[in-house]
T-cell receptor
Framework: AQKITQTQPGMFVQEKEAVTLDCTYD???????LFWYKQPSSGEMIFLIY??????QNATEGRYSLNFQKARKSANLVISASQLGDSAMYFC????????????????FGQGTILTVHP | AAGVIQSPRHLIKEKRETATLKCYPI?????VYWYQQGPGQDPQFLIS???????DKGSIPDRFSAQQFSDYHSELNMSSLELGDSALYFC?????????????FGPGTRLTVL
């Protein structure tokens, strides 16, 4: 069964507008971490934001925020004030077995969403 | 700040040849991960090492082997290469005990098997 599901193969947004990229996950582990990575066409993987399963508040990092709905097992990425440089592939990933930052756990990635920002 | 270094960045091999990919983690990082990303695919976990010992193993073919050395650099050895091995290979490193133990990815090695 797919552990991380990103149902939007592609998304389009106008520059300066906000966009939400969807991510749902499936795990029976009570301790897990959720990550978002950006992969530009050049190929590198850039870490954006992290949410731990026990975190009470939604994570925010600059223009990025994570809409974490634990009961629905969703961890959507919200990018505010989109910029042309935000055009890239975005991956949601999960690490199971998180326990206060101590985990050797591998990342399991979703299929990715290609975001295109129009001027 | 120092980042994860991978070499070579690009590699072209023929079928049935061997390849060695190298990864130099961020200094003081104690865990190394290898991922394979096929064309248009999401990265798939291959193997990881913590303090030079294998800590987890994913869908790594038997033709592949990896190790982490005393200086913490890691090598992924790939033998009897197949066309399907063409992919972007990422190495990532992390330090246990940090606030959320982020994995820092290297730039990747793009392997093309002809």
């Amino acid at each position: 069964a797919q552990k991380i599901t990103q149902t939007q193969p592609g998304m389009f947004v106008q520059e300066k507008e906000a966009v939400t990229l969807d991510c749902t996950y499936d795990t029976s582990d009570p301790s897990y971490g959720l990550f978002w990575y950006k992969q530009p066409s050049s190929g590198e993987m850039i870490f954006l934001i992290y949410q731990g399963s026990y975190d009470q508040q939604n994570a925010t990092e600059g223009r990025y925020s994570l809409n974490f709905q634990k009961a629905r097992k969703s961890a959507n990425l919200v990018i505010s004030a989109s910029q042309l440089g935000d055009s890239a592939m975005y991956f949601c990933a999960m690490r199971e077995g998180d326990a206060g930052g101590t985990s050797y756990g591998k990342l399991t990635f979703g299929q990715g969403t290609i975001l295109t920002v129009h001027p | 700040a120092a980042g994860v270094i991978q070499s070579p960045r690009h590699l072209i091999k023929e079928k049935r040849e061997t390849a060695t990919l190298k990864c130099y983690p961020i200094p003081r990082h104690d865990t190394v991960y290898w991922y394979q990303q096929g064309p248009g695919q999401d990265p798939q976990f291959l193997i990881s090492f913590y303090e030079k010992m294998q800590s987890d193993k994913g869908s790594i073919p038997d033709r592949f082997s990896a190790q982490q050395f005393s200086d913490y650099h890691s090598e992924l050895n790939m033998s009897s290469l197949e066309l399907g091995d063409s992919a972007l290979y990422f190495c990532a490193s992390s330090l246990q005990g940090l606030s959320y133990n982020e994995q820092f990815f290297g730039p990747g090695t793009r392997l093309t098997v002809l």
